[in-house]
Structures are given as C-alpha cells and as structure tokens.
C-alpha cells in the first residue's frame, strides 16, 4: 500500500510537470515578458515625442511628412499592446501587431547596419548617445522575436473562453 | 475542428489589428493635445530646419516664458557669445559659456548647476547657431531641461528686461 502511494505521488509530479511546460506556465510567462518589454520601451518615449522625433527622423526610413505622426502614435501603440499582452486581451490580433512590430524594428537596424548609418538605437530610451547601434543591438531585438513566434504557434492550439 | 479554430482567431486579428492601430492614434493624439508643448502632426524636417538645430521647434523658448522663468528664478540663463561679447552686456544673472571655448570652460561655468535645473542659452542674431549648439552640446552632458531663445540677446533688450 505504501509504495502504491510513492506511485500515485511520482504520477501527480510528472503530469505537473508537463502541465507546467506546455501551456498554463509558459504561454502567460511570454506575454508578460513580451508585454513587459513593450510597455518599458514606450514610456520614455511617450514623455519625450519631440526627442523621439528626432530617432524616427534619423532612421530616414519614412518620408519627412510621416516623422512626428509616427513619433506620435508609435510609442502608443506599444504601450497599448503591452498592456494587451499582459491582461491577455486580444491577444490574436496583439501578438501578430506585437510580432511585425518587432520585424519591421529588426529589419529597420538591420538595413542602417548595412547601409552604414551610425545612429541612435532609440528602443529603450530616447536619450542620444546612449544606445548606438551595433550588430548586439540588432540581435537583442531580434531576440524578443522567440517569445512572440512562440506565442504565435502556440496560440493556435490554446483553448479560449467560449470555443 | 483544429483547423477552424485557427482560423477563427486570426479572422479576429483583422479587426483587432486595426482597432488596436485606432485605439493607440486616438491616445495618442488627444495626449499630444493635452500636453503644453504638443508636437506639429507634421514636423518641418527640411534641410534648412534641421541646420538650425537636429530639433529646432523643440528647443525653442519664447521670450514670455523666458522671461516668466527669470522672474521667478527658475532658470539659469547661459550666454553663448564670446567672453567679450558677454562683458559688454548680458542678461541679468546669466553665465558665460563661449561655444568656442565650451571644452575649457564647461565644468567651471556649470559647477554650480544642478542637471534637472532649466538652462536657456541665447546668442545674437536670428541665425546664430552658437545657442542651438552649446544647448545640445549641454544636453549631450546630462543637463535634462535645456532650451533656447533664439536671437536672445537682442530680444531681450527690446523687451526691457533686466541687464547686467
């Protein structure tokens, strides 16, 4: 009877385990990372669009007449889908908005690499100086992407209120 | 049923990416309205702007504010034109910090200076750019609140504001 019980024990452990690595863990554990990242990259900037500006201009991506708009409604937008991210709410649309954003961020390092332009990063903090970009730059960005693929594939199979 | 279901949610998506894209731009914009310095939805980026400084309209002061924040001694004024220049009148209480010898003089002339106290530099003339250049200069060095008043110097004497 006694090891009967060590048995039982040993059972509850690994269906925990598995419990814990596929979904109930996991899947929050990436948006609140994601949603936290999101939401501490636009606060400076939301304080500071004028500085912000200056980071978008320097890109020199958008044509001039696009600068303060995106400047404007950029930093916005990431606050919002962090706090989408975090609370769970939309989540579709927020992790596939969250995982362009961070392609169209990636791709736009990754092309003034190439292109030689020796800018502000300006993804955390819209101080000059402090962020220059660099090849570790574009790889931590581009990092952020492997818990917004993961959430991406996985929330296909996540069960959801009222389906 | 797998199936559906994933394509039940990303037909979700295509409303709520534009609905979220809708949500941001109206926060946005409104806060951008509520705030004192609020941005121009479309900035002059043109060359000729962006000589006068990488954020001209941004650091700009008007003489009203300016001269609000020297009433209430809320702002250190820093002189930007030479030391001679500086002797032969400045802005009351203003400091002297030559842009021409800002590398020599720039720890002297900011010990006493607090980094989150307001600086408005000023030089003469509508296009003197010394101003514009020693603010991001000070900026670059840490001070937060910097601003300039463009063609300060003559601006102020036509104000009747005190000199010294």
Redesign the interface.
């Known amino acids: 009877m006694k090891a009967y019980g060590i048995r039982m024990k040993r059972i509850e452990v690994s269906e925990n385990k598995r419990t814990w690595l596929s979904q109930t863990n996991l899947l929050p554990a990436c948006r609140l990372f994601l949603g936290g990242i999101f939401i501490y990259a636009s606060l400076d900037k939301i304080f500071k669009p004028g500085l912000f500006a200056e980071v978008v201009y320097n890109y020199q991506i958008l044509p001039d007449v696009l600068v303060n708009l995106m400047a404007l409604v950029l930093p916005w937008l990431e606050l919002v889908l962090g706090l989408m991210l975090v609370a769970g709410f939309w989540l579709p649309g927020a992790v596939l908005l969250s995982t362009l954003l961070l392609l169209i961020f990636s791709g736009s390092l990754i092309f003034n690499m190439v292109r030689g332009i020796n800018i502000n990063c300006g993804c955390f903090s819209t101080e000059p100086s402090t962020d220059p970009i660099t090849w570790w730059t574009v790889m931590r960005d581009a990092s952020f992407l492997i818990p917004a693929f993961y959430l991406l594939l996985a929330n296909r199979t996540e069960k959801t209120a009222g389906e | 049923m797998?199936s559906f279901?994933?394509i039940?949610?990303?037909r979700?998506?295509l409303?709520?990416?534009p609905?979220?894209?809708m949500?941001?731009?109206a926060?946005?914009?409104s806060?951008?309205n509520l705030?004192k310095?609020s941005?121009?939805?479309?900035?002059d980026?043109?060359a000729a702007a962006?000589l006068t400084t990488?954020?001209g309209?941004?650091l700009d002061i008007s003489i009203d504010e300016a001269a609000r924040l020297f009433r209430e001694q809320a702002a250190v004024f820093m002189d930007a034109r030479s030391a001679a220049d500086y002797e032969k009148g400045h802005i009351q209480g203003a400091l002297s910090l030559p842009w021409q010898d800002v590398d020599r003089l720039f720890f002297s002339a900011t010990a006493g200076v607090p980094p989150d106290m307001p600086i408005i530099t000023y030089c003469d003339g509508e296009t003197c750019n010394l101003s514009h250049d020693l603010a991001i200069f000070l900026?670059?060095m840490g001070f937060e609140n910097v601003k300039v008043l463009v063609n300060g110097w003559t601006i102020w004497k036509n104000t009747n504001l005190p000199v010294d």
Do not use: T
């Not at chain 2, 941005?39 to 900035?43: A, C, N, Q």
């Open positions: 797998e279901r994933l039940h949610k990303w979700r998506a409303w709520q990416i609905a979220i894209i949500v941001a731009g926060l946005a914009l806060s951008n705030r310095e941005l121009p939805l479309v900035g980026w043109s962006s990488v954020s309209e941004y900026r670059d």
